[in-house]
Each structure stands twice: as C-alpha cells, then as structure tokens.
C-alpha cells in the first residue's frame, strides 16, 4: 500500500487538494457518494415567557425517506437548543462541537451559558467553511438577559428575529407564522401555532414528514416534547392489526426420536466438505 | 496556399434567426395568482406589477381579464405572451359569436382550448411562457382550473400559480371550505396575498379583486393592504445580538 502524499490540512478550514482527483474521477464515470440531507421545516418563535422551538422528523436521502422518526432538535445547554436543517452530518457535528464547547466554558466563567455565546461561535465555525458545511440552525433559548431566537444560515450569517423558519418546508411554515403569529402569545398558543407551521410543512413539503417535535424553553425551565403530534400514524385496514386465523393444530405431542426408525450408515473416509 | 476559414458566419445568422424566433426566457413578468370557489361563483386575487428581471418596471398591469360572458381569465408570467393569449381568444370568441346560434364559450371550453394552445406551442418548443388561470360560472355550475405553460391542466377549489405555490397553498388547504360567503373569501385571499405581500420579492402593494357569478364579472378598483412592521424586534433587531445582521429579513 503506498503513502498517502497528501499533507494534513492547515489548522482550520478545508484542504481542497484532492478536488481535481475528485473532478477527474466523476468524469470517468464514478459516482459521488450522497449525503443524508435533512429536507426539513423547522421553525421558532418567542412567546410571552420564553421560545418555543418546532421540527419535523423526516430525514431524507434523495427521494428516499431514510429515517422517519429523527431528531432535528439538539441540545445545547441546559438552557438553549438548536434546530438544524440541511445535512444532517453537519448540523450534529456542529451542534455537538459547540455544545461541548459551551459546557467547558460554564466550567470556566461557572455562569449559565448565554445564546449569544452559542451564536457566535457556530456563526464563526460556519463562515470559515465558507458555505461548504451545510447547516441551516434555528437557535433558541432562555437566558440572564432574557428570550432570543436566532437563524444561522450555512455560510454564516445570522439574523434576531421574533418568529422564524428553515429547510425546504420554510415557506409553507412561514406562511402560516405570518397569518398568524401576534406578540404575546401564551403557551398553549405558541405551541399550537409551532404545531400548526410544522403540520403545514408536513402536509405541504415533499421532503418533510412524520411527527411534530417540540420545545419549549422558559426561564429556568425547559421542556423537550419528543412527537408531541404524530399526525401520520401507520393505519392497518382492520382495526385488530393483522390476525391470523386459526389454521395450525397440533396432532401428535409424542416425540419419536429419529434414529428409532431410520438405519444410519457410516461411510468411512470422506468427511463432509465444507 | 489555401487556408480554409471557418465558415461559422453563414451558419450561425441562419440559426440565431431560427433560435430568435423561439420564446428562450421570460422578460416582462407578472408574478402570482390566487383564485378560490366560493358559495356564488369564483374569486381571484392578483396584485397589478409587472417586473422587468429586478426592476418593478410597470405598476399598472391588469392581470385578470373578463372572457366573454361566462368567465375570467388570470395569468402570471411573461405579460406579452398573456396578450397573444387575449389576442386569440378575442378571435375565438368573434368566431363563435359569428355563429349567432345563442350559445357562448363556457368557462370549461376556454379551458379546453388554452390547453390544447399550450401544450401545441410547448410541443413545439416555443411555449408561452404564462400559468393561466380560468374561472367562471354557467348555468350554475362554477368552474376553476388551471393551465402551465407545458400544458400540464387541471381543476381544483382553489388554485394558486408562482410564489403562491408554495406561500399560499398551504394556507387554502387548511381553510378554505365550500360555500364561503363573498367576506369570506375576500378575507381568504387577502391573507394568501398579504403573506405574498411579505415574502415575495416581485410582489406590490397594488391589488384587485375579481368576480365572477351567474350574473357576470366585477373587477374591484386596484387598493392595497395594511401590513403591521411594529414587532418589539423589528425596533431594535441586535439588541441581544451585536454584529448579527441588522437589516430586517
């Protein structure tokens, strides 16, 4: 096997080295291996007491529907979370890295963490890459200096608003927040609203689908609603599931061995081949 | 010494003519479209801007036509193609007129014939480039459907072309139910065009509304809609958040 001679990358940032090889294989005919995307709609909005956070639960590999019941809202800190849409590689590995990097500096300041901490340094990590790690996050949370909602688009801007949406389903999802969202919301309204946008994504957006998931984070508190709808549930044609009738009987519970009614005979020699 | 040139020119004028002479891309646009059936014939919505690429280059185009007696006729897309489109139905109408037997076009045959128009010409490969939208009432019966500019035709309750697709769609889906009443559905398409209003880069503050019922077509006075900007973040965006982006989404 003969060495690699390609060089580590320099610290931060893509190495784009092997880009021509790449190039000159496609054109011989290989094809790229595809990336599991998250064709989505995942949606926030900012309440009376707090943020709500919504996502669907399709993950999509092309037309295929990979996984049905995923999970797009990762946690952040104990009082933030994040919704990814894009891929989904690249919206873990992101939200895990800054996750863990949040963690050590709480250790560090031994304050809660702030959104505005998260948001800047996914916001940093992303625009290094210059677009190429393709993550769409909605980031929410909770803290000292009160509710914020944030979108982080993947070449790294960000925007503050009061209701948001991402992913292939954002339109469908915006159209309802913007028909409907008023400031002030109580939380059962904010839920129900986050409920309705990820449903019209749902029913709207080819590549989402599934369940409703939810989050709803307040100062001091947060609670995750794991498929807090599952408006698409697998429906059989009778309402029993799927029974059998009754056509295997038992006839005998003797057992007689074998060997009582057959002869065996021994051919020396030759063993069974494997 | 002979040097052979190229002889690309003779070439390429004949076939620049030939490609000229086919619709390539769209220039004058109108963009969306919302039409629903309510409880006494057909409403449609359409706002009266006519973008040149970026540019709102016309604010006083009527995109909703009255056809005869029995129908309406809405399109987005390239504004010259959609007077071609008048054009012919003019002269389809004059030709069936000629007839002077008592019967006119219904709203279901006009459909019929923009079809067959638009699925011949992108056979051709020279489409029309509009998605039409055809309503109306005749002896009772309301009629909604639509035509793209590949000819793919079909009706519905409520149809939505361009932005509205995708903006307004979801919202006819979840509310729109039979036998609304005309406030009703005033309210309906004002919502789908409001939310266009936001979110649709080509679209203006300049709206109509269109009719259509047993006793014939009322096209509204061009008005616009109240939008609200007063979100406590959209007056200070980066209050909890210096260095992101300040202009509004």
Redesign the interface.
């Known amino acids: 096997m003969t060495q690699s001679s390609v060089d580590l990358p320099p610290k931060g940032g893509f190495s784009f080295d092997l880009c021509k090889r790449n190039d000159m294989l496609t054109q011989k005919g290989l094809k790229a291996p595809s990336f599991l995307k998250t064709g989505t709609t995942i949606v926030g909005l900012i309440f009376k007491d707090g943020v709500i956070l919504g996502a669907d639960t399709r993950a999509t590999e092309g037309p295929i529907v990979a996984d049905k019941n995923c999970e797009k809202i990762h946690y952040m800190a104990p009082n933030i979370y994040c919704c990814g849409a894009g891929t989904a590689a690249d919206t873990e590995a992101v939200t895990d890295m800054v996750s863990s990097q949040l963690r050590l500096h709480r250790y560090q300041t031994g304050r809660d963490s702030r959104v505005i901490t998260a948001l800047t340094l996914l916001k940093k990590h992303l625009f290094s890459y210059q677009g190429h790690v393709s993550a769409a996050l909605v980031l929410g949370g909770v803290d000292i200096t009160g509710p914020h909602l944030h979108t982080i688009y993947p070449h790294g801007s960000t925007d503050t608003l009061p209701f948001a949406t991402m992913g292939s389903g954002s339109l469908a999802a915006m159209s309802v927040f913007e028909a409907k969202y008023k400031e002030g919301l109580t939380r059962d309204e904010g839920i129900k609203l986050v409920a309705e946008a990820i449903c019209s994504g749902i029913f709207n957006d080819l590549g989402s689908g599934s369940n409703v998931d939810i989050c709803v984070i307040t100062k001091g508190h947060k609670e995750y609603l794991r498929n807090y709808m599952e408006p698409n549930p697998r429906t059989y044609v009778s309402s029993k599931g799927y029974s059998f009738t009754k056509k295997t009987e038992v006839l005998l519970t003797k057992i007689t061995p074998l060997s009582e009614r057959v002869e065996i005979v021994e051919v020396a020699g030759e063993a069974m081949e494997e | 010494m002979t040097f052979t040139v190229p002889i690309d020119n003779g070439d390429s004028v004949k076939i620049a003519e030939e490609e000229s002479q086919r619709t390539l891309y769209p220039y004058v646009t109108g963009t969306s479209i919302v039409a629903i059936k309510y409880k006494d014939g057909v409403l449609m919505a359409s706002d009266m801007g006519g973008s040149y690429g970026s540019t709102l280059r016309y604010k006083n185009i009527e995109r909703v036509k009255a056809i005869g007696k029995h129908s309406l006729l809405g399109a987005s897309g390239e504004i010259s193609d959609f007077q071609e489109i008048l054009r012919y139905l003019d002269e389809l109408t004059l030709n069936d007129n000629m007839w002077d037997d008592g019967n006119s076009l219904g709203p279901k045959e006009i459909h019929n014939y923009l079809t067959r128009v638009m699925y011949n010409r992108r056979n051709k490969f020279n489409p029309l480039w509009n998605t039409l939208v055809l309503g109306g009432v005749k002896n009772g019966k309301s009629y909604l459907g639509m035509v793209s500019m590949i000819g793919v035709s079909f009706e519905d309750d409520h149809v939505a072309t361009g932005f509205g697709n995708?903006?307004?769609?979801?919202?006819l889906?979840?509310e729109w139910h039979a036998d609304l009443s005309f406030e009703d559905g005033v309210k309906l398409l004002e919502?789908?065009m409001?939310?266009l209003l936001?979110?649709d880069r080509s679209a203006i503050n300049k709206l109509q509304i269109a009719k259509i019922t047993e006793e014939g077509v009322t096209v509204s006075q061009p008005y616009s809609l109240k939008t609200f900007w007063e979100?406590?973040?959209?007056h200070n965006?980066?209050?909890?958040?210096e260095?992101?982006?300040r202009m509004l989404?």
């Open positions: 995708h903006l307004a769609r979801p919202i889906r979840d919502k789908c409001r939310v936001y979110r979100f406590s973040s959209f965006p980066t209050a909890g958040a260095g992101s982006c989404s």
